[in-house]
Structures are given as structure tokens and as C-alpha cells.
């Protein structure tokens, strides 16, 4: 079926660090798939971070670069200096435009400690 | 340009009660969509409305949840009886027509069944 897989949280890493967290996704019943990250700030509602919708093509937001790798099935978040204003629960998902459907990972929990 | 409304934004119940949730999607956008997102799981989704019409509903616990859009904007959705394993949060999304797979949440509704 299809599914999203994400790194478990919660990850905890200082200001000014770099940042991974690894989405791999099974796209079998979708033949083009588009890739998203999703984010919830604390007290704030779910919103998209971003979207790439061809493969080889990187997105990229608030200093966030995700790249769609169709060969590994991959599609992992990476900040090259995080900020304590980036703990959010961050969420991989998969869409299908001619389903209207989108499934999401479990979630990562971020902390950024000052 | 208001966002995705939704209320109440949290629900206590006994077992076997019922209770109903209700929203208000950004203006225009013609698809609708309810999520169940259990604790430290991703939003899972219920149903969706293209309009006033439900588009899929497989994933709705048919015998005790159900889902109305009648005039094409707000949608309430109702569980009846509820169970312990209902205890989630509720989000509703929506989305303009053309980009389904883009879809704007609201803050959810927290639901606890005792």
C-alpha cells in the first residue's frame, strides 16, 4: 500500500546545528506522486512547509530544503542552522492530485535548545 | 483571507455519548476534508466533499460516525455512541479546486472519551 516513513522523535539538537530528519515513502498505488512537509508550531494548526511535485526537484522554505529522490524513495528534511523558533512536530506526506488524497508520517518531534 | 475554523476546540464525553464537531473551510475552496489524528500518529482521513457531495467516505466508521456538507461550505461531523478508541484530535482541511493535494488545516478539535 502506500505509506510514509519518518524519523522517530523526539529529536533534540542545539541552535545553530544542522538538521536531518529522513522520509521514505511507498508510493504503490500512485503513479506520480507529490511530496510534502508539513509543520505544527506549538498552539499553532497543521501547515505545509513544502512541495515538490517532480522528481529531482528540490523545495525549499524558512531555510528548509527537501529533496524528491524517485531511485531511493526518499524525501528528507535538512536545515543547515536550525533555530529555537523551529520546534514544531514535522510531518512527511505523500499526495495523490487525481485522488485528492494525502497520507501522512507519524510525525517528528523537534526541540531546538537555546 | 480567514483561515480553516473549527469548534469546539476540545470535547470531553462519557462513553456512549455524542457529540459533534463543526467547520467553517476557507472561502471558495470547494473540497473539504475531516482527519483523525490519534496521539503521536499522523492525520488519517475520514472523508472528503468535492461541494456538497462526499467523494470518499471508506475510511468513516460508518455504523457510529457520519458527515454532512449540505450546502457545499460548512461541514459538521457526528459521532454517535462514542468509544474510548475515538480520543484524537479531529482536523478539518480544505482546498481550491486545482490543488487538491495542497490542503489548509484548521486548529482541530481535541476530543477525550472517558
Known amino acids: 500500500g502506500d505509506s510514509v516513513t519518518q524519523t522517530e522523535g523526539p529529536v533534540t539538537v542545539s541552535e545553530s546545528e544542522s538538521l536531518i530528519i529522513n522520509c521514505t515513502y511507498s508510493a504503490t498505488s500512485i503513479a506520480y506522486p507529490n511530496l510534502f512537509w508539513y509543520v505544527r508550531y506549538p498552539g499553532e494548526g497543521l501547515q505545509l512547509l513544502l512541495k515538490?511535485?517532480?522528481?529531482?526537484q528540490k523545495g525549499s522554505s524558512r531555510g528548509f530544503e527537501a529533496t524528491y529522490n524517485k531511485e531511493t524513495t526518499s524525501f528528507h528534511l535538512q536545515k543547515a542552522s536550525v533555530q529555537e523558533s523551529d520546534s514544531a512536530v514535522y510531518y512527511c506526506?505523500?499526495?495523490?492530485?487525481?485522488?485528492?488524497?494525502?497520507?501522512f508520517g507519524k510525525g517528528t518531534h523537534l526541540h531546538v535548545l537555546p | 483571507e480567514a483561515g480553516v475554523t473549527q469548534s469546539p476546540r476540545y470535547a470531553v464525553l462519557q462513553e456512549g455519548q455524542a457529540v459533534s464537531f463543526w467547520c467553517d473551510p476557507i472561502s471558495g475552496h470547494d473540497t473539504l476534508y475531516w482527519y483523525q489524528q490519534p496521539r503521536d500518529q499522523g492525520p488519517q482521513l475520514l472523508v472528503y466533499?468535492?461541494?456538497?457531495?462526499?467523494?470518499?467516505n471508506s475510511q468513516l466508521p460508518s455504523d457510529r460516525f457520519s458527515a454532512v456538507r449540505p450546502k457545499g461550505t460548512n461541514s459538521t461531523l457526528k459521532i454517535q455512541s462514542a468509544k474510548q478508541g475515538d480520543t484524537a484530535t479531529y482536523l478539518c482541511?480544505?482546498?481550491?479546486?486545482?490543488?487538491?493535494?495542497?490542503?489548509?488545516f484548521g486548529p482541530g478539535t481535541r476530543l477525550l472519551v472517558l
Open positions: 506526506a505523500l499526495g495523490d492530485t487525481n485522488a485528492y488524497k494525502v497520507i
Open positions: 482541511a480544505s482546498s481550491p479546486l486545482g490543488q487538491q493535494d495542497t490542503q489548509y
Open positions: 466533499f468535492r461541494d456538497e457531495a462526499v467523494i470518499d
Open positions: 515538490v511535485i517532480t522528481a529531482g
